[in-house]
């Protein structure tokens, strides 16, 4: 038997995690960290070498220095903090952290990016329903993301990481983003839904309190995607849509 999805349009609001999930700029986003760790690497002699894994397991859906830190700590490797204004030449957490992010700007105003199509038609059905919509993302970049995929207009509240750094909120895996994003959009997470691709996303969710947890399978896995708490799982997001007729979902 197939799952059975839950009707978006029935929840009091949606709140998503923008890359992967809206724009494909999670790939952008891997792209940058491979470069950038693949050149700390070899510089300091790290083994073993970085993979597509540590980026699911360390970098994914968390504040940048966050993920730094933690993907170093894998390796047993402890670096000076820095400050948010280190170059990205410097050797700190932040300096590599701004290393990264320099590289994903660059690509991202060279090449641009559109939003997944089963992601749009899912926000213009919950539009046209009325339904609240707001994005919950570690990355500091979102908002020029959203301007960039032409899709900024379809949310009101938008809490990234310079919203998370500006109110103290602890990197996903903890709840305060979510809990922060349905405070915003007026909502409770009870009767809400989050959509998120990364592991730590969806823990951040369910922990926050949301009783539906759609994991985006675009590489994490649907198995981790429930242990971390999904209530859900699709691998694109024009599954969640309905037929606007009927109330049973598209085929």
């Not at 919509?133 to 032409?150: D, F, I, P, R, T």
Request: net charge negative; with cysteine.
């Amino acid at each position: 038997m197939p799952e059975s999805l839950p009707d978006l349009r029935r929840a009091d609001g949606v709140l998503f995690d923008l890359d992967g999930v809206l724009t494909p700029t999670a790939e952008l986003h891997m792209r940058a960290w491979k470069a950038v760790f693949d050149g700390v690497f070899a510089q300091w002699g790290i083994t073993p070498e970085y993979t597509d894994a540590d980026y699911f397991a360390y970098l994914d859906g968390k504040k940048r220095y966050d993920g730094v830190a933690s993907l170093l700590r894998s390796r047993n490797i402890e670096i000076p903090w820095g400050d948010v204004s280190d170059a990205p030449e410097v050797d700190s957490i932040c300096g590599i952290g701004n290393r990264k992010n320099a590289a994903f700007a660059t690509a991202l105003r060279r090449d641009g990016i559109a939003p997944y199509p089963g992601s749009l038609a899912l926000i213009r059905q919950l539009r046209d329903a009325g339904i609240p919509q707001g994005v919950v993302s570690s990355s500091k970049n979102a908002e020029e993301v959203l301007e960039s995929a032409g899709i900024r207009d379809f949310f009101t509240v938008v809490v990234d990481g310079k919203v998370a750094e500006r109110d103290a909120l602890s990197s996903k895996p903890a709840p305060d983003m979510f809990r922060a994003g349905a405070v915003a959009l007026s909502v409770n997470p009870g009767d809400s839904v989050a959509v998120e691709d990364a592991l730590s996303g969806v823990a951040s969710a369910s922990a926050a309190g949301f009783s539906t947890v759609v994991g985006v399978d675009r590489g994490a896995g649907a198995a981790a995607l429930r242990a971390a708490g999904a209530t859900h799982v699709v691998d694109d997001l024009d599954r969640l849509l309905l037929d606007p007729h009927t109330d049973q979902e598209n085929a």
